[in-house]
């Protein structure tokens, strides 16, 4: 990696001078702060001697110094793990450093129609989650948690209008309570809803979601037998046969925990499982919401599998344990409801407001 040093550099020396202890300062030469501009990042070197240790807890105390002092100008998402850059044509003493990777400006709250929205977005490249912050169409899974009332089913509503306005993309809506999402997607008679009918107990609910994942399962396996006689190439996905994407929507997942026994639960998670593992390449994807990601709810194979994370509402060590187990703070520019974390593509956690949506 190639550094170079300019005014931010300058004055984040100045910023982490102030913090750190004297002897690891840039006045005395122990600290060095450069600019890497691909990959975008700030690297921090401390020249060999020095007192300070690179190790976990020092990068995130740097981190906490530095993503204040780079916002608003720059977006510095939190890394999941600690970063090291190595430079190029250094003295071995030199020779690495912190490396934050960073994004030139910040992301702003949609806010206005979804004409409006659609309208300076290009859906083609992904979903436009805010002003400047997209989740990347490779993307095939997302989870959205957070307490009652944090904004999980306006969010899920604003994600699922824009998948609805994306070209080459069908969507099945699953709402076992019957309200925000059903409403929405009843106004839509392209997305196929699945909710409880009248008279239709619970249970029997249950069994048909699992019966519809399972076709979803099923069309999986066609895809890839498609592909393997249709494509050439090794690295290919469904898009190569010009098949469209699934988005599975499953709104409020605990709720159906409470639908049926222990072994239909088990037929619909091992339904869930196989889509979250297998759905990548067969353009099969799935968006789950629920408040609470808890192990005995959520089976952790599948919740591993999550690519885009977004936690709403209150953000502390309780509610963030299941999809951040690592985060312990991180600060938050945004105001209002539905705001909250991301992680997309593991490429750290950043704050996120998600849009408002006005009527037409
Ligand atoms: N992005 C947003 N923009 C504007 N208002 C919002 C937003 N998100 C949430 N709200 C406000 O917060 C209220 C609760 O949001 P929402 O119904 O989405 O919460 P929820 O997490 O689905 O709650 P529950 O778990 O009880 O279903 C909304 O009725 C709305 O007034
Ligand atoms: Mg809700």
């Known amino acids: 990696m190639h550094g170079v040093r300019n005014g931010v550099c300058e004055y984040l020396e100045n910023a982490c001078n102030s913090v750190l202890s004297e002897d690891v300062s840039s006045f005395t030469q122990q600290l060095l702060i450069l600019m890497s501009l691909v990959p975008m ?126 070209p080459n993309t069908k969507m099945i809506y699953i709402d076992p309570k019957k309200s925000a999402g059903a409403r929405w997607a009843r106004g839509h008679p392209e997305v196929t809803l699945v909710i409880p009918e009248e008279n239709e107990r619970l249970e029997e609910y249950l069994i048909r979601v699992t019966q519809v994942l399972a076709k979803e399962v099923n069309k999986i396996f066609k895809v890839q037998n498609n592909l393997f006689h249709q494509s050439s190439k090794i690295d290919s996905n469904a898009g ?57 709810i959520l089976p952790v194979p599948i919740r591993s599998q999550m690519r885009c994370r977004i936690q709403l509402g209150r953000i502390d060590s309780s509610t963030t344990t299941y999809l951040f187990p690592d985060l312990d703070h991180i600060m938050m520019p945004y105001n209002g409801p539905g705001i909250g974390i991301c992680d997309i593509d593991g490429m750290g956690v950043q704050p996120i407001a998600m849009p408002t949506i006005t009527s037409n």
């Not at 190569?240 to 925990?257: G, M, S």
């Not at 239909?264 to 998670?269: H, I």
């Open 41 to 166: 990042g700030i690297i921090v070197v401390f020249p060999l001697p020095t007192s300070f240790v690179y190790n976990t807890e020092n990068y995130y105390k740097l981190y906490d110094i530095i993503s204040i002092a780079l916002w608003p100008d720059y977006t510095c998402p939190r890394p999941n793990t600690m970063r090291i850059a190595t430079l190029d044509e250094r003295s071995l003493s030199t020779a690495r450093g912190f490396f934050f990777p960073i994004k030139k400006g910040h992301a702003n709250r949609w806010k206005g129609t979804i004409d409006q929205i659609v309208k300076s977005s290009d859906l083609t490249q992904g979903i436009p989650l805010m002003n400047g912050l997209i989740i990347p169409s490779k993307i095939n899974s997302i989870i959205i948690s957070g307490n009652s009332g944090s904004g999980k089913s306006l969010g899920v509503q604003a994600i699922s209008e824009l998948l609805r306005r994306t």
């Open 240 to 296: 190569d046969i010009r098949q469209i994407k699934t988005w599975l929507v499953v709104e409020e997942l605990e709720a159906l925990e409470a639908f049926g026994t222990k072994k239909e639960l088990e037929a619909l998670f091992h339904q869930l499982l196989l889509i979250s593992l297998l759905g990548r390449e067969a353009y099969t994807n799935l968006m789950l919401s629920m408040q609470v990601p808890r192990n005995d």
